[in-house]
């Protein structure tokens, strides 16, 4: 029952832009500032339509997670380690979840909602925005019995899953036995839109892509040849390793057990909540995604030309894919001379912590109703900077770089990352007094040359 992708479904206009009001003109900010010059905007004006109610059960419908660790163990262990524990509670998403409350006088709650928070949002327990309706299940982000009660798709996008709480626990192969709940095959589960109708989000009231990446994937080579996001995500090691065990105590040896870690880029959190071996496996997916080529050639002038190719070797959607309008990826350049002394340098990190605005960006940002640059995904009306690096695809920059003197040059190029800009981190002190600590930047490539002049 898949509905036509393009069409907004009903059930899921929860609110609809009725226009922003004006805002303060302000100089187009450099993709790395926009989130600090975008704190002082006014409320956002938002009308809340009529709309049919999503799936609602009863409190105590869905399993703690507690639960399944008496025999999943190291099942859990992953899990309870992933960001999708953290969905709700991490102290990342809070910030932009309160503050999107605030601007559309809670008509983002419950879609925001949907995804952080699915159980709290399927049994009534949100709103209120605080969270203090949750029970400890609700807590717990995206748990066990949400993804392994599924038993459907309603859309593509916005978390369409359908859910079908109770003892039949839907999985990849159907052959074991628990005396705990039923088993049941489902093919849904080894398959990428499993996945896709979170890993999508879409604008509800003007279809701008917030997140795009299963649509991104199922159009690229990855998608076409079925390489889903299990195969690289539910293992331990970057690129499609197997992952030998048991899925449970008193279960069958498997050849490979589907590893619920599900290691992204966010190895900075991982590391601020004490997560060091998933935060060292997140920075092995990152070093595995992309490769740095160079072509260089220094002209009669004296003057360098120098071309960075980046290459999306490893991820199977673009690099940075999800919320890449509070990430960034950006190129590092530096150019020495015989003495070591720096004589160009592009995308360094200053005193406070900020990239240099001028670096070139890999990232996508809005454009709000006054065409002003946001990476607030609730005031989107359309894409306003998109550069990323397609799939087994790349992108190159031409550095023009005039050498002062005859002599030999040392080049250094990094491609790096941050799976949060340091101004959002800023913009929420500005706002909250919330202090999080400083966000540590990820090589994920680098290469060096030498040339002469
Ligand atoms: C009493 C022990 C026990 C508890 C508690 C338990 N399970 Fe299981 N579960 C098993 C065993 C045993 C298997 C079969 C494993 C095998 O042989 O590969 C299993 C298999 C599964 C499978 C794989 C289904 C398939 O065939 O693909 C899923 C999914 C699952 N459990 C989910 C859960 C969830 C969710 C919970 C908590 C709500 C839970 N289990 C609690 C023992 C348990
Ligand atoms: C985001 C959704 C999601 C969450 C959360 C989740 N799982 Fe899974 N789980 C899956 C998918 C998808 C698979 C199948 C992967 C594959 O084999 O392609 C799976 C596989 C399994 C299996 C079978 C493993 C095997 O290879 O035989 C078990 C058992 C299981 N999950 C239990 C759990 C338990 C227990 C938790 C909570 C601690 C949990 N899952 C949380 C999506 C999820
Ligand atoms: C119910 C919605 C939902 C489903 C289903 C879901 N995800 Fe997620 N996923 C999320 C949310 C929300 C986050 C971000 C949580 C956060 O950072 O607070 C996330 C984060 C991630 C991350 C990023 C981790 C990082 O370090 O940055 C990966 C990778 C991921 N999911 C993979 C998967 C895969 C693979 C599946 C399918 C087996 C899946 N997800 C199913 C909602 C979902
Ligand atoms: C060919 C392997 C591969 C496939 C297939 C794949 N990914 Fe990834 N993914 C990666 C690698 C490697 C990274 C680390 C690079 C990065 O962070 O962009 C990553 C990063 C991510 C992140 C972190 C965001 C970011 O850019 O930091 C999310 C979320 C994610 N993947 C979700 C998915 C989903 C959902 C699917 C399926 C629609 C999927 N991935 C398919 C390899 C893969
Ligand atoms: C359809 C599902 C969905 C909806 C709706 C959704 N998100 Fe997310 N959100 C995700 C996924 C998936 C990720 C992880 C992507 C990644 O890792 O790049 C995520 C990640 C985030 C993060 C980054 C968290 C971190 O730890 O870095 C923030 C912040 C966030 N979302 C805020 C919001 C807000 C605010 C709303 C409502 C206006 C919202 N999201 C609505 C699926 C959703």
Known sequence: MKRSF??????????????CTPLKKSPEPAPDQVEAVSGTEQPAEIAKTETTEPQIFEPGSFDNPKNCRECHRQIYEEWSHSMHSKAWTDQWYQPDFQLAHEETEGATDMLCGACHAPIAARTGQLPPADGSKFDQTSQQGISCDFCHTISGIDQMYNMGQISSPGPIKRGPRGDGRSLYHEVQYSELHTKADLCGSCHMVIHPANGTRIIDTWEDWKSNQYGKKGITCQDCHMTPTPGIAINPGRSSLMGKRRETVAFHGFIGGSSYIQEEMGNHAQAEMSREFLRAAAELKL????????????????????????????????????????VADASGKVVYSSGQVDENNHVDPDAVFFRVLFRDADS????????????????????????????????????????????????????????????????????????MASAQTRVSR
Do not use: C
């Open 6 to 19: 393009f069409l907004v479904s009903p059930l899921f206009i929860l609110i609809i832009m009725a226009g």
């Open 295 to 334: 072509a260089e050639k220094v002209t009669e002038d004296g003057t360098l030309e120098l071309t960075v190719d980046v290459h999306n070797v490893g991820a199977g959607h673009k690099i940075p894919t999800g919320t890449t309008y509070i990430r960034i990826m950006w190129l590092q350049v530096e």
């Open 372 to 443: 002003n640059l946001t990476g607030k995904s609730w005031r989107a009306q359309s894409i306003g900077y998109d550069r990323r690096i397609p799939a087994k695809g790349m992108d190159s920059e031409t550095y023009r770089i005039p050498l002062p003197a005859q002599g030999e040059y040392q080049i250094t190029t990094r491609l790096m990352y941050r799976s949060v800009a340091q101004q959002s981190l800023d913009e929420i002190f500005t706002r909250t007094g919330q202090q999080l600590p400083p966000v540590v930047s990820v090589e």
